[in-house]
């Protein structure tokens, strides 16, 4: 089985629509992430978490939020979905440290129409 | 400016040829880490780093603290060697808390 697996893989959604993307890792790390990524910009750091208690904002949060609900749970919210936030997004999760690898997820690819 | 950059951008190659995939960055690091991104998406780690060199089969990672550039080479490329490689950094600034930096991606495709 997969060390992180994210939920769903693929969605269609429209404009307004309230969204939520789950992850779940069998690492038993602390530190999870979300990302997104964009043609020709690279992956950016949405929201991060250290453990259950400890959520931090990326650099770009606006319109996302974030729910830890374990160890091995990390969900991304869209409140209010609009068209550009059409997106591949990942979760990764991390041991502590400077030493540790990330693993990520296989991606959702969100398409907001 | 980017705090990593990559070059080139794209990069074609024919089966066989030795391919050097660079990263520069800007900022003082703890690690850097090659990720290989497949067509369908999904992100393997490839080495971390934080000096010298390493080497995995045919990759070949290597690093310069001191000149803030790390090199990623394919000996004997292979068409499924085909996949963007993304170049990040893991920042020793306070306030980043160690997450990671990335470059924009190398797009390699090597014909047969």
């Known amino acids: 089985d997969a060390d992180v697996t994210q939920t769903p893989r693929n969605r269609i959604t429209k404009t307004g629509k309230r969204i939520m993307l789950e992850c779940s890792q069998t690492?038993?790390?602390?530190?999870m992430y979300w990302y997104r990524q964009d043609p020709g910009l690279g992956l950016r750091l949405i929201y991060y978490?250290?453990?259950?208690?400890?959520?931090n904002k990326g650099e770009i949060s606006d319109g996302y939020s974030v729910s830890r609900q374990a160890q091995a749970k990390f969900s991304l919210s869209l409140e209010s979905a609009i068209p550009n936030q059409t997106a591949l997004y990942f979760c990764?999760?991390?041991?502590?440290?400077?030493?540790?690898?990330?693993?990520f997820g296989p991606g959702t690819r969100l398409t907001v129409t | 400016k980017n705090e990593v950059e990559q070059s080139p951008q794209n990069l074609t190659a024919q089966e066989g040829e030795f391919i050097t995939i660079n990263c520069s960055y800007s900022?003082?690091?703890?690690?850097l880490h090659w990720l290989q991104q497949h067509p369908g998406g999904g992100i393997v780690s490839l080495f971390m780093?934080?000096?010298g060199k390493k080497k995995h089969g045919r990759l070949i990672a290597t690093i310069n603290i001191q000149e803030k550039h790390s090199s990623l080479h394919i000996t004997a490329s292979h068409p499924r060697d085909s996949a963007v490689y993304i170049c990040?950094?893991?920042?020793?600034?306070?306030?980043?808390?160690?997450?990671?930096?990335f470059g924009k991606g190398t797009k390699l495709s090597v014909k047969p």
């Open positions: 990764a999760t991390s041991g502590d440290g400077p030493s540790y690898e990330q693993y």
């Open positions: 690492k038993g790390h602390d530190r």
């Open positions: 978490s250290f453990d259950v208690k400890d959520i």
């Open positions: 900022v003082g690091i703890s690690a």
């Open positions: 780093l934080s000096s």
């Open positions: 990040a950094v893991r920042s020793d600034y306070g306030g980043s808390q160690g997450n990671l930096i």
